[in-house]
C-alpha cells in the first residue's frame, strides 16, 4: 500500500538543529547510516534526459544499514502530483547476502550506477512525533516525516498535515516538501562532468 512522505531541506547545522528539537522536547532515540546505491537501466547519456519520476521507477536501489545489520534490494513506486510533487510511495524489498556482489551483478548485466548516497540518520520523538534528520555527504540536512495511522485522508491531505507539522518545529525549512536527495545528487554531479 503506498504511503506518504515529506522530505524538506534543514538549513540550520545539526548542532543548531539538535538544540532547537531538544528544547521543543525532542530527543534522539535512534542513530543509524544509510549507504545507498541506485541503478537503472538505461545509460548516464539517457538518464540525464529524464524525469525524476521516470528514472526512479525504472532502477532498483541497493541499501545497506550496518547498525541494524541489513542490506537490501529495493524497488520504489512513485506517485507525483500535476507538480511534480511526491505524494505516495510504495516499496517492494528483499534482503541480500552482499552488496557488493549483488553490485557486481547489476554492472555485468549493463546496469548503470547512477547515484550514491550515504545518509546519516537521527530519528527524533517527543513521546508522539517521530521524524528523521539526514545528514547526506556532499548534500545537506533534510527532515525526512512518513505518514502515521493518526492520519486521515488522501495523500494530499495527509502531506498538508505534515507539512503544517514540519512548519512547528522552528526549523530554518527550505520551501520543497517533496525533497529528491538521490536526483539531486544525481544533477549536482552531472554539472561536474
Known amino acids: 500500500m503506498p504511503k506518504s512522505e515529506i522530505t524538506v531541506e534543514v538549513f540550520n547545522n545539526f548542532k543548531e538543529i539538535n538544540q532547537i528539537l531538544n528544547?521543543?522536547?525532542?530527543?534522539?532515540?535512534?542513530?543509524?547510516?544509510?549507504?545507498?546505491?541506485?541503478?537503472?537501466?538505461?545509460?548516464?547519456?539517457?538518464l540525464e534526459k529524464m524525469s525524476y519520476i521516470?528514472?526512479?521507477?525504472?532502477?532498483?536501489?541497493?541499501?545497506?544499514?550496518?547498525?541494524?545489520?541489513?542490506?537490501?534490494?529495493?524497488f520504489k513506486k512513485k506517485e507525483i502530483d500535476e507538480n511534480q510533487n511526491v505524494i505516495a510511495?510504495?516499496?517492494?524489498?528483499?534482503?541480500?547476502?552482499?552488496?557488493?556482489?549483488?553490485?557486481?551483478?547489476?554492472?555485468?548485466?549493463?546496469?548503470?550506477?547512477w547515484c550514491n548516497l550515504t545518509n546519516k540518520s537521527y530519528v527524533f520523538e517527543d513521546g508522539e512525533h517521530s521524524f528523521v534528520i539526514q545528514v547526506v555527504d556532499d548534500l545537506g540536512i533534510f527532515l525526512e516525516l512518513e505518514e502515521n495511522e493518526k492520519m486521515q485522508g488522501e495523500s494530499k491531505e495527509k502531506i498538508s498535515q505534515m507539512t503544517a507539522f514540519v512548519k512547528t518545529l522552528g526549523l530554518n525549512l527550505g520551501s520543497d516538501f517533496s525533497c529528491k536527495k538521490n536526483y539531486l545528487k544525481f544533477q549536482k554531479e552531472l554539472k561536474h562532468y
Open 23 to 46: 528544547d521543543r522536547g525532542y530527543n534522539i532515540v535512534e542513530k543509524y547510516t544509510l549507504f545507498d546505491c541506485y541503478f537503472s537501466k538505461y545509460p548516464l547519456s539517457q
Open 89 to 113: 510511495e510504495e516499496k517492494i524489498s528483499t534482503y541480500v547476502n552482499d552488496i557488493e556482489s549483488a553490485k557486481a551483478i547489476f554492472l555485468a548485466a549493463g546496469f548503470c550506477e
Open 54 to 74: 521516470d528514472i526512479l521507477n525504472n532502477s532498483i536501489l541497493l541499501r545497506e544499514c550496518p547498525e541494524n545489520s541489513f542490506k537490501k534490494m529495493v
